[in-house]
């Protein structure tokens, strides 16, 4: 091979990595440059960033990258802008799976107008701020952007003592969309003596839960720790908020009984926002009824943003196909996530059958449809989604019969909230015979059966835990 053609392919490859990485931090090019144009979500982050980025570069040559190449002469200075080293962008060994993780690791760089993007200052979004208690922005979020528009407004709306309830189907991305909430620069000038976010969960006790609060080292209440009254606890902690501006997140509530204690805490200068999968818990709990927010399924173009992200070159190779695999899914986040992680392991191990596992998914959804009245994804009565469980038990087919057994005997131990360490895993695995867990933990995770979360911490989706449940109920 020349040393021109050589040239060629690594420039084509930092291209190829060029258009990946803008797809990851923001959903695509042309959504940024209207949202500029219309100076919504300024406040982001990314938008000032990225609109330095194309008065430097000029938008027109941008677009041209990801198709006909990155000039080896850039990688350097458009690496930088994202965080990374050169080397990401041009070395073909390192696998696209660990440039999209080491993009999520990237820090936000925030560009002063005037600098030059090759010298990002850096700054820490929550700098000099209380904040604390809050899950880290999910590593992968598309779209939303209305839905943060319009709960930014209902925060920062002129009326006291703010309860706000977002309601949506299982897997819909409640806690996700609460975790960019807590981490939105907006949200967060809004509330300058902080965040605590709290997860709740079917089996929540709410005297433990006011001791989880009195732990957050906002709170720090020992007072509000050792309490086993619930009257005592509800005096404490308003006592604690009185005249605060603090945004309490509660994700997953289950019963009114287990927010009432809080919503009478919170006082009228605080805000507290619950998720629930229950559009009744929601009515239930608010004040007004605009405070209630049902979160919908992706639009289209956002379910295949998230695709695209997933899995690039499948999409790019089976467009059509993919955009019938996203509606047939109803565009439901935890439905296209799991597909997209069960594709994303056949086009690595096979990509031979990729059409074919595509052509089979869309049939089996089809054919679940066919089961059941149309549009009948999610059943409210039992809380089930055939089409997720469905390909939850592809996704464990496909697993050898060890693996199985590891991912079945995690759904007896998985607690609520389902996080727990790799030691954990490690005792519940002893039992059958695996002495070393990290081979079918690194398994799990790659199929996206279970999320590693920092220092060997490990998360499991609630339909997961029930999926590993039903499992060991079988064997
Ligand atoms: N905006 C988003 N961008 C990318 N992925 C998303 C988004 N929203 C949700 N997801 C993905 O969809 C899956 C389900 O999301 P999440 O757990 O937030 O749903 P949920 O509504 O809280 O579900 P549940 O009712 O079971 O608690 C996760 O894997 C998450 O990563
Ligand atoms: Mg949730």
């Known amino acids: 091979m020349t040393a021109g053609r050589k040239t060629d392919k690594r420039s084509q490859l930092a291209g190829r990595r060029f258009g990946l990485a803008v797809t990851l931090f923001t959903s695509s090019y042309e959504e940024i440059v209207e949202e500029n144009k219309h100076g919504s979500n300024r406040k982001q982050i990314w938008a000032p960033r990225w609109a330095r980025f194309v008065d430097y570069y000029d938008l027109k040559q941008i677009r041209r990258w990801p198709k006909e190449g990155l000039p080896l002469k850039r990688v350097d200075q458009v690496a930088a802008f994202f965080g990374l080293e050169a080397q990401a962008f041009v070395d073909e060994r390192i696998a696209e799976r660990d440039l999209t993780n080491a993009l999520y690791r990237a820090k936000p760089r925030v560009m002063k107008a005037g600098t030059n993007p090759i010298e990002p200052e850096y700054i820490e979004p929550t700098d000099g701020k209380t904040i604390i208690s809050i899950p880290s922005t999910p590593p992968i979020f598309v779209g939303r952007g209305s839905d943060l528009e319009t709960i930014r407004d209902l925060l920062t709306a002129e009326t006291n003592g703010q309860m706000i309830a977002i309601h949506g189907w299982p897997g819909?991305?409640?806690?996700?969309?609460?975790?960019?909430?807590?981490?939105?620069?907006?949200?967060?000038?809004?509330?300058?003596?902080?965040?605590?976010?709290?997860?709740?969960?079917?089996?929540?006790?709410?005297?433990?839960?006011?001791?989880?609060?009195?732990?957050?080292?906002?709170?720090?209440?020992?007072?509000?720790?050792?309490?086993?009254?619930?009257?005592?606890?509800?005096?404490?902690?308003?006592?604690?908020?009185?005249?605060?501006?603090?945004?309490?997140?509660?994700?997953?509530?289950?019963?009114?009984?287990?927010?009432?204690?809080?919503?009478?805490?919170?006082?009228?200068?605080?805000?507290?926002?619950?998720?629930?999968?229950?559009?009744?818990?929601?009515?239930?709990?608010?004040?007004?009824?605009?405070s209630v927010y049902r979160l919908d399924v992706?639009?289209?173009?956002?379910?295949?943003?998230?695709?695209?992200?997933?899995?690039?070159?499948?999409?790019?190779?089976?467009?059509?196909?993919?955009?019938?695999?996203?509606?047939?899914?109803?565009?439901?986040?935890?439905?296209?996530?799991?597909?997209?992680?069960?594709?994303?392991?056949?086009s690595e191990i096979w990509p031979g059958n990729v059409k074919k596992l595509l052509d089979e998914l869309i049939e089996s959804i089809s054919s679940v449809f066919q089961e059941r009245a149309p549009?009948?994804?999610?059943?409210?009565?039992?809380?089930?989604?055939?089409?997720?469980?469905?390909?939850?038990?592809?996704?464990?087919?496909?697993?050898?019969?060890?693996?199985?057994?590891?991912?079945?005997?995690?759904?007896?131990?998985?607690?609520?909230?389902?996080?727990?360490?790799?030691?954990?895993?490690?005792?519940?695995?002893?039992?059958?015979g695996v002495r070393d867990p990290k081979p079918a933990v690194t398994e799990l995770a790659n199929r996206g059966l279970l999320d590693p979360l920092k220092n060997d911490r490990f998360q499991m989706h609630a339909l997961l835990v029930a999926h590993a449940g039903n499992l060991l109920q079988g064997l």
């Not at 087919?397 to 693996?403: G, M, V």
């Open 298 to 346: 992706f639009r289209e173009a956002d379910s295949m943003t998230l695709l695209k992200i997933l899995i690039p070159a499948v999409v790019e190779e089976n467009n059509e196909r993919c955009i019938e695999l996203v509606n047939a899914l109803e565009n439901l986040p935890l439905a296209i996530h799991v597909v997209g992680r069960m594709l994303r392991m056949e």
């Open 172 to 290: 819909v991305g409640k806690t996700t969309f609460a975790a960019a909430l807590a981490n939105d620069a907006a949200v967060q000038d809004g509330f300058p003596d902080g965040i605590i976010w709290m997860p709740m969960g079917v089996g929540f006790n709410p005297i433990t839960g006011f001791s989880t609060l009195g732990q957050r080292h906002l709170l720090d209440s020992r007072e509000l720790r050792q309490t086993t009254s619930l009257d005592k606890a509800i005096s404490i902690l308003r006592d604690r908020v009185a005249g605060k501006r603090l945004l309490l997140l509660l994700d997953d509530a289950w019963e009114v009984d287990h927010v009432a204690g809080f919503r009478q805490s919170v006082g009228d200068t605080n805000a507290l926002i619950i998720t629930s999968r229950s559009p009744e818990i929601a009515q239930h709990l608010v004040y007004a009824p605009e």
């Open 375 to 432: 549009h009948d994804l999610f059943d409210p009565v039992d809380g089930r989604i055939p089409t997720v469980e469905m390909l939850f038990r592809k996704s464990t087919d496909r697993l050898d019969e060890k693996t199985r057994i590891c991912f079945a005997a995690l759904g007896a131990l998985a607690p609520k909230p389902a996080t727990f360490d790799l030691r954990r895993i490690t005792a519940a695995w002893a039992g059958i």
